[in-house]
């Protein structure tokens, strides 16, 4: 894949460019803040950013908002987030904004290489990668409107998967059950949720954001 690396740390930056150098992808920029970024997707047209939230000026949001504006204006390319906390409203924003190659990982994940590494194909292939513990942030700011309770505790689990952005046969490995069984549950899911067949919208993408609460 053609990624560009957006990093204000530089010994971070150099060590994911040589990373994911070693593992045959083409590093086409590796910038360190938010404007630079976005001129970067502008003129590189990569297929996956690795963007970091804190960075130049002020260390606030600058990587979340301008993975919110690469989302918008190349919505083509994929954009995978990492953080050392869950900023809940961007996170949220770019999980609802469009559940295909878009990702959120704790940067603790980066320390586990394979499971960086995996996120990294997941978004690069258009789907979906987001860290667990970011999803068990955002399902707990929502648990006073409780919408899930109609579920049981197998079908939260499915949709927990569902929301990190997991495929059927996914979450059957990890759950540690067949692909007919995750199926069932999938539609018990949106059939519990009220959630009715009909064009133009995704039940699986409707499922997530009435997990999430939004």
Not at 40 to 68: F, I, N, S, W, Y
Not at 131 to 153: C, G
Not at 184 to 202: A, C, E, M, Q, W
Request: aromatic share 4%.
């Amino acid at each position: 894949m053609r990624i560009v690396l957006a990093e204000d740390s530089i010994l971070l930056r150099e060590g994911l460019v040589r990373l994911l150098a070693e593992e045959g992808h083409e590093v086409v920029a590796a910038v360190g803040d938010g404007v630079s970024l976005v001129e970067a997707v502008a003129a590189k047209q990569p297929d996956v950013c690795v963007v970091d939230v804190r960075m130049p000026p002020t260390h606030t949001d600058e990587g979340l908002r301008a993975a919110l504006e690469i989302r918008e204006r190349w919505p083509a390319v994929g954009v995978l987030v990492l953080s050392q906390y869950v900023e809940k409203r961007y996170a949220t924003q770019l999980i609802t904004s469009d559940t295909g190659a878009v990702g959120y990982l704790l940067k603790d994940r980066v320390a586990q290489v394979g499971e960086f590494l995996d996120a990294l194909d997941r978004v690069g292939a258009g789907n979906a990668a987001f860290d667990p513990e970011v999803v068990r942030q955002l399902l707990a700011r929502t648990t006073h409107t409780d919408p899930l309770s109609r579920l049981t505790s197998r079908e939260v689990d499915v949709l927990g998967q569902m929301a990190q952005g997991y495929t059927n046969d996914r979450i059957a490995t990890s759950l540690h059950i067949s692909r007919s069984a995750v199926e069932k549950h999938v539609n018990s899911i949106f059939d519990k949720l009220d959630l009715p067949r009909s064009t133009g919208y995704s039940r699986r993408v409707l499922a997530v954001l009435r997990y999430l609460g939004t």
